[in-house]
C-alpha cells in the first residue's frame, strides 16, 4: 500500500468534519439557546461535512464514490441516537442521489450502518471515554468490512480495490478514534467549566464554616456561664429569670448564624425571579459578618429599595464573593460601606472598601478564572460574580487607587410595576389566609 492515498482531497475531507465539529462546540458553548436543541444541533453541523465530502470527494471511480461521508453519519449516529441518524440517513441519501444519481448499493449499505449504529448508541453513550473509544472504533471496522461484504453480495461487477480498503476499511476507525477523542475532550471541558460556579461556592462554604463556627462558640459559652450561675441554690426568681433570658438570646443567636450559613449551603435551584435588594444585600451582610469580624473590618450599610431579577442563589453568591473580596483586601482592618439605591429604571449597588486597592493589571484581569493574587485564592469568585451580573444583563466597574482602597460599582436593571402589584396582591392573600 501506498502513501499517494492521503492526498490533499483526503485532507479537505477530514478538514470539513474537524471544522463542523468545532462549529458545534462554539455554538453550544456560546449560544445559549442551543444548550436546549442539541441534537437539532449536532443534526446540522453533521450534515455539513457530509455534503461537503460528497461535493468534493476523494475520488470517484466507476463502482462507488471515495469519500469520508460515513464517518460524521457515524458521529451524529453514535452521540444523538436513532433521531438524528435518521435525519442524517435522509439528507445524505437525496443528496448523494440528487449529485450522482440513484444507486440501489448505497442505499442498502447506509440503512446497514444507521439501523447498527442507532441500535448501539443507547449503549455507547453511557461508556466512559476509554470504552468508548475502543468500541467505536471496533463498531466501524465490523460495519465497513459487513457492508462491504453486502456491496460484493448485491452487485457482480463490484470489486475491492487497494484504493477502497484504504478509505473505506482502513481510514475510518483510524479518523473516528481521533473525533471520538476531541469529541470526548471538548464535552469534558464544557462539563468542568458548569461546575466551576459550585467548586467556588464549596471554597466559599468551608472557609465561612471557620468564621462560623468560632461566631457559634461565643454564644455557647455564654450560656454554659448562665448555666454555671444557675446551678448555685439560692437564686432569687428575678435572678433566675434574668439568667435564662440571656441564654435563650445567646441560643437564638447562634440559631440564627447556624441557619443562615445552612440557607447558604444549599444547593442552588435554577429559577429566575424578583428580588429585592434591601433583603437580599442584607442576608449576605449578615452571613459576611462573622468573617469581617475576625479581620477588624466594620461593616456599615444604607440598603435602599430596589427590585431586580435573578437568580436568588447566585445573586447572593455574587455578592457574597464581592464582599469577601473587599474584606480580604482589608487584612489589617477597615470600612467597608455597602450603599443600594434605585435611579430611574435602574438599581445601584456599591461596595467601597478601605483595602490594599488593585493595580491596571488586577483590575483588567478581573473576572478572568484562575486569576488570583492570593496564595490561597481560587480566583474564581470575580468570575462567577461577572457571570452573574452579565446573565442579569447588568454591568460591574471598578475604581481602585492602590493602598487606598477599591469601589466596586454594580448596574441592575430594576424589574419595577409589574412586580409591585403581584407582590401585593400575593401579601393580601397571605394576610387573608392567615
Ligand atoms: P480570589 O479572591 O480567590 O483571589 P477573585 O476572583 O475573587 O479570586 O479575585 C481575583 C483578584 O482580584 C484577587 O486575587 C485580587 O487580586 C483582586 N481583587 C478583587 N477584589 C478586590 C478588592 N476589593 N480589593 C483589592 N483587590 C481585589
Ligand atoms: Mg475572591
Redesign the pocket.
Known sequence: MDFVYINHNVLDNVFYIIVSLLMFFVLVDNVKKFKQYRKALLTACMSLPIIFCMKFPIYIDEYCVHDLRQIPVFIGTLYGGWPVGAVLLVIMLTSRFAIYGMNGITLVVYIVIFVATALFSGRFNRFNRKNKLISSVLLTIVLEIFTTYVALWMSDIFVVTEAYIFYFIILPPILMFFMVYIIELLSDAMYIRSKIVKFEKMEVVSQLAASISHEVRNPLTVVKGFMELLKSPNLSLDEKKRYIEHIERELHNAESIISDYLAFAKPAIEKVEPLLIEQEIRNVIDIMKPLAKMSSVTITDNLGQGTVQGNKNYFRQCFL??I???I??MPNGGELQIVSALEKNKVTVK?V?T????SKE?IN???EPY????TK???????V?VKTIQTMNGKLDID?ILNVG?T?TITLPAFITEYKMVQKDSQLKLETEF
Do not use: H
Not at 371 to 374: C, E, G, L, V
Not at 377 to 383: V, Y
Open positions: 464573593n464581592l469577601k473580596n473587599a480580604e483586601a461596595i472598601d483595602g490594599v486597592g488593585m488586577q484581569r478581573f473576572g486569576y488570583t493574587s492570593k485564592g481560587t480566583g474564581l469568585g470575580s468570575m460574580a481602585s477599591t466596586i
